[in-house]
C-alpha cells in the first residue's frame, strides 16, 4: 500500500530560522508531490507543487525532491509567526487519486 | 473567480439520523473529492468522482457513507444512521486535472450528539 509518512512534530523553530520539514513515500514511481498549509480550523491551501528531481524555489518556500532516496522536503526560510500552520505532504499516485501524509506542525516562535 | 463552496458550514445531529453534505465544486473542474478530518489528524480520503467515470469509492469506511454527483458538477454526500464516531470535518476538493492540484472548500463540520 502506498503511502507518506511526515513527522508530526510539532516543529519549533525561532523567527527568521530556516524551518525544515520532509516527507518521505513509499512508491518509487511517483512522479508528482504537493505541499499544503493547513490554519487551525482551515481548510489546506496549496503552497507548491514538484514534479522533478532536485529544488523548486518560490518566494520563501523551497521544494526538493529526491527520488532515489524517496522524499520530498519543504524549507521555509525567514519564517514567521504566520508561518505556524500544519503542512501537509501529498503524493499524486497516477490518475486523479492523492495520498496525503498526516502533516508537521510547525510553531515559529516570535 | 469562486471557489468551492460546501453546505452548511456546521451540523449538529442525534445519533441515528441522516445528514447530507453538499460540495459545489469550481466551475469547469472534472474531478471531485470528499476528504474526513477528525480532530487533530490527517486528511482521510472518502471517495473521489472524475468526470463521467464510476466513482472511486474505496475510502468509504461502511455503507452508511455514500456520495452522488449530479450532472457533473454538485456532490452530496450521504450518511444514514450517524455515528458519534462520523463527527469530523468533511472537506471537499476539486481538480481541474491539471497536475492534479486540488482546490478545498471551507468543509462542514458534522457533530453528532
Known amino acids: 500500500q502506498k503511502e507518506v509518512e511526515q513527522n508530526s512534530g510539532p516543529l519549533s523553530v525561532p523567527e527568521g530560522a530556516i524551518a525544515s520539514l520532509i516527507c518521505t513515500y513509499s512508491?518509487?514511481?511517483?512522479?508528482?508531490f504537493f505541499w499544503y498549509r493547513q490554519y487551525s480550523g482551515k481548510s489546506p491551501e496549496l503552497i507548491m507543487s514538484?514534479?522533478?528531481?532536485g529544488d523548486k524555489e518560490d518566494g520563501r518556500f523551497t521544494a526538493q525532491l529526491n527520488k532515489a532516496s524517496q522524499y520530498v522536503s519543504l524549507l521555509i526560510r525567514d519564517s514567521q509567526p504566520s508561518d505556524s500552520a500544519t503542512y501537509l505532504c501529498a503524493e499524486d499516485t497516477g490518475g486523479f487519486k492523492t495520498i496525503f501524509g498526516a502533516g508537521t506542525r510547525l510553531f515559529v516562535k516570535a | 473567480g469562486a471557489g468551492v463552496s460546501q453546505s452548511p458550514s456546521n451540523k449538529v445531529t442525534e445519533k441515528g439520523k441522516d445528514v447530507e453534505l453538499r460540495c459545489d465544486p469550481i466551475?469547469?473542474?472534472?474531478?471531485l473529492y470528499w476528504y474526513r478530518q477528525s480532530l487533530g489528524q490527517g486528511l482521510e480520503f472518502l471517495i473521489y468522482f472524475q468526470g463521467n467515470s464510476a466513482p472511486d469509492k474505496s475510502g468509504l469506511p461502511s455503507d452508511r457513507f455514500s456520495a452522488e454527483r449530479t450532472g457533473g458538477s454538485v456532490s452530496t454526500l450521504t450518511i444514514q444512521r450517524t455515528q458519534q464516531e462520523d463527527s469530523a470535518v468533511y472537506l471537499c476538493?476539486?481538480?481541474?486535472?491539471?497536475?492534479?492540484?486540488?482546490?478545498f472548500g471551507p468543509g462542514t463540520r458534522l457533530t453528532v450528539l
Open positions: 466551475s469547469g473542474h472534472t474531478a
Open positions: 476538493a476539486s481538480s481541474s486535472g491539471q497536475r492534479n492540484t486540488q482546490y
Open positions: 514538484i514534479y522533478s528531481n
Open positions: 512508491d518509487r514511481g511517483s512522479q508528482s
